[in-house]
C-alpha cells in the first residue's frame, strides 16, 4: 500500500458523512487558513461556533495508525466530509491556526498534531518518490505517533516502517505477525537505544521498563510550540558544566526545533544521552523512575553558532548514571502543577509489583535525586533532596551512606547557588560521618573532600575575580589529586597558601602524612611575614610544633623561630 500511495497523483481522504455541523467546522478551518495573522500564542475560550471543529477532529480517521500511510506518502490530498471538501494544505494551515482549542485535550492533540504535519508536507514531495520520510528516524515516528491506535497491536510499528529513513537490513523488524508482541517491543526499543540495554516487556500492555547507564546533558528551560502553520515544539536547553554537555551545546546549540510529539515536553523536563544511544532522550523524573517523553531527538548540526561554549573552571568530569525508565504508550499520568515538586507516580502504578520493597524504591528514589543534581535544575532538585533526606532519614538513619550521598548532592547544590556557609557546613558535617563510618581514605570520603575543596575554589573565583586564572592553572591537578589520594605535590600546596585561605590549608593538611608533607619551602611560605597568623595556627595544630621548629632551625636563628611560633610577625 505505501507504493501505491506515493505513486498516486492524489489521496482522497473520507472523514466520513456529514454530521455534528462538519459543514461549518470545514468553513471555519477554511477562514482560519485564510486568516493572515499569526495564530494565537494564548488559551482561547471554546466559543459554540467551534465545537462542530473539536467533533470534526474527534473522528476515528486521526486515531487509526494505518492513516499515516496515506497522508504520510502522498503528493497531492483531497479531504472530504460528506459534500464538504479542502486540499489538505488549507486544511492543515487552519487547524494548525485553531490548536489552542486542542489545549485539555492530550490525546487528541497528540492524534492531530503529529498527523497534520504530515498533510502538510505532501506538496513538497517529489513526483517520483514512494518515501518521502528520509529526513525521520523510526524512533522519530514512533515517538509521534505511538499513540495511534491499531486493532493488532504490531501494526503500530510495522505500519511505520516504509516510512523511516532508517536502513532497515536486519529482519527483525520486519513484518512478522507469529512472533509475540513482547519479542517486537523489545527488539523495538534495542533497535531505537542500543542492544545492551535491559528491558522488561509483556505480552498484555504497551509498556517497557528499560535499564540503561547514560549521561544527562541538561533541562528543558523554556518552550514555545510552533506558529502559525508549522506544529513543531522549540525549546530552550540549560546545559549542566560536563564535558559531553558543553559539547552538545557547542554542536547543536541551546535551541532545539523538534517535532510535534505524541508527548508534549514540558519545562524542567530531563535531556540525556544514554550510553550506545545515537540520539538524546528527553524525560520527565518522578518519585523513582524516569517517564520517557521523546525516546530519540534528532538533532541538526547548527552552522550559525549564537551559543558562547567556553569550558568554565567549575566543569567537572563526566559522570555516569543508572537510570530506570518507563515508556508508556497511551495515556500517561498528568502533571497539573507548575510548582518545583516532582509528579507523585511511583513505578507500581504503572507496572505493578516492579520495586516491592521498601529498600529497593528508597534506592531507586535516591539515584533520581542524584540524576537531578546534574540537570542544573536547582530549585527542583533542592526540593527533592529535601525531601528524601527528611523520609529516608528516618527510615534509615542519618549515618545511612546513601542519605549522606544525598546530603552531599544537596551540599553542591548550595554551592551552586552562592550559599558557600550552608555548603560548608553541610559537606564538613557529611565528611566526618563518613571518616568515622567508612574510613579516612574510602573513596566516598575522598569525593566529599574533594567536593568541599572544589567548593572553596569557586568561591575564591566569585568574591576575587582577578585571581580566577592563576586557580585555573592548579585547580584540576589538586582535585584530581584529593580524589585518588596521591600526594599533593609541594608547587600545588604553595599555590594554595597563596591564593587561598586557611580553610584550604587545613582541609589538605588533615589528608594525612602521605599525602601532604610538611617541607621547608611550605613551612617558609606559611610563615612569610604577610600571612595571617590563622594559617599558621592551622599548621601548628594539623602537624605539631616539633615538626615545625625542626624544620624552621634549618634556616632561622632561635630567637626568630620563637617569634614565629608565637604567633606573632616579625
Known amino acids: 500500500m505505501a507504493r501505491i500511495y506515493g505513486q498516486a497523483n492524489r489521496v482522497i481522504v473520507y472523514f466520513g458523512e456529514a454530521a455534528d455541523d462538519s459543514d461549518m467546522a470545514f468553513e471555519s478551518i477554511r477562514a482560519a487558513a485564510d486568516d493572515e495573522n499569526e495564530k494565537p500564542t494564548g488559551p482561547l475560550a471554546i466559543r459554540d461556533s467551534d465545537e462542530p471543529i473539536l467533533e470534526l477532529l474527534k473522528r476515528p480517521w486521526f486515531q487509526r495508525i494505518w492513516v499515516l500511510q496515506e497522508v504520510g506518502l502522498a503528493r497531492s490530498i483531497l ?121 522488561d516487556v509483556w505480552d498484555d500492555r504497551e509498556a517497557a521498563v528499560i535499564k540503561s547507564s547514560g549521561h544527562v546533558l541538561g533541562h528543558v528551560s523554556s518552550i514555545r510550540n510552533g506558529i502559525n502553520r508549522y506544529p513543531a515544539q522549540y525549546i530552550e536547553v540549560t546545559f549542566n558544566d560536563r564535558p559531553l554537555s558543553l559539547q552538545y551545546c557547542k554542536n547543536y546549540g541551546a535551541h532545539w526545533t523538534l517535532q510535534a510529539s505524541a508527548r508534549s515536553i514540558r519545562k524542567n523536563y530531563i535531556v540525556c544521552l544514554l550510553d550506545g544511544a545515537s540520539n538524546p532522550t528527553i524525560m520527565r523524573a518522578s518519585e523513582d523512575h524516569f517517564g520517557i517523553i521523546m525516546i530519540a531527538v534528532t538533532l541538526r548540526q547548527q552552522t550559525h553558532k549564537h551559543t558562547s561554549f567556553q569550558l568554565s573552571m567549575s566543569s567537572t568530569p563526566d559522570y555516569s548514571h543508572d537510570f530506570l525508565l518507563v515508556w508508556q504508550w497511551g495515556s500517561m499520568p498528568a502533571q497539573h502543577s507548575l510548582a518545583p515538586q516532582l509528579p507523585q507516580i511511583e513505578i507500581n502504578s504503572l507496572v505493578p509489583d516492579y520495586l516491592k520493597t521498601n529498600a529497593i524504591k528508597s534506592m531507586r528514589s535516591f539515584e533520581v535525586a542524584l540524576i537531578l543534581k546534574d540537570t542544573g535544575d536547582h530549585v527542583m532538585v533542592e526540593a527533592k533532596l529535601k ?25 553542591s547544590v548550595y554551592w551552586s547557588s552562592n550559599r558557600w556557609k550552608m555548603a560548608e557546613n553541610l559537606l564538613l558535617e557529611v565528611i566526618t560521618t563518613r571518616q568515622d563510618l567508612q574510613g579516612r581514605c574510602h573513596q566516598d570520603t575522598l569525593n566529599s573532600k574533594m567536593g568541599l575543596a ?9 568574591s576575587r575575580p582577578s585571581r580566577a586564572e592563576n586557580l585555573r592553572g592548579f585547580r584540576t591537578e589538586l582535585l584530581n589529586g584529593i580524589r585518588s589520594n596521591s600526594r599533593i605535590e609541594e608547587k600545588i600546596m604553595i599555590l594554595v597558601v597563596e591564593y587561598l585561605d586557611g580553610r584550604m590549608l587545613k582541609l589538605l593538611l588533615g589528608l594525612g602524612r602521605d599525602s601532604v608533607s610538611v617541607t621547608e619551602k611550605l613551612v617558609k611560605a606559611i610563615f612569610r611575614p604577610e600571612r595571617d597568623d590563622r594559617k599558621i595556627l592551622i599548621l601548628l595544630k594539623e602537624r605539631g610544633i616539633d615538626i615545625v621548629e625542626q624544620i624552621l632551625s634549618k634556616s632561622y636563628s632561635q630567637n626568630k623561630r ?9
Not at 390 to 401: E, Q, S, T, V
Open 454 to 462: 572544589r567548593a572553596y575554589i569557586d568561591e575564591e573565583v566569585l
Open 79 to 199: 479531504i472530504i466530509c460528506g459534500s464538504a471538501e479542502m486540499n489538505g494544505y488549507t486544511f492543515c494551515s487552519g487547524v494548525s491556526k485553531l490548536e489552542s482549542l486542542l489545549n485539555g485535550y492530550s490525546d487528541l492533540k497528540s492524534w492531530i498534531l503529529p498527523t497534520i504535519r504530515l498533510i502538510r508536507r505532501s506538496i513538497f514531495r517529489p513526483k517520483y518518490n514512494s518515501s518521502a520520510l528520509g529526513d525521520l528516524s523510526l524512533g522519530e515516528l514512533i515517538d509521534m505517533y505511538h499513540n495511534h491506535k491499531a486493532t493488532v497491536r504490531h501494526n503500530k510499528v510495522y505500519a511505520l516502517l516504509r516510512m523511516c529513513s532508517d536502513q532497515l537490513s536486519s529482519p527483525e523488524l520486519l513484518p512478522d505477525y507469529t512472533i509475540s508482541w513482547e519479542t517486537l517491543f523489545r527488539r523495538l526499543v534495542k533497535f531505537i537505544l542500543h542492544k545492551s540495554v535491559s528491558i
Open 562 to 570: 620563637r617569634i614565629y611560633l608565637s604567633g606573632r610577625k616579625s
Open 387 to 411: 525531601k528524601d533526606i527528611k523520609k529516608y532519614g528516618k527510615l534509615f538513619g542519618i549515618d545511612n551512606i546513601h542519605i549522606l550521598s544525598l546530603q552531599g548532592a544537596l551540599a
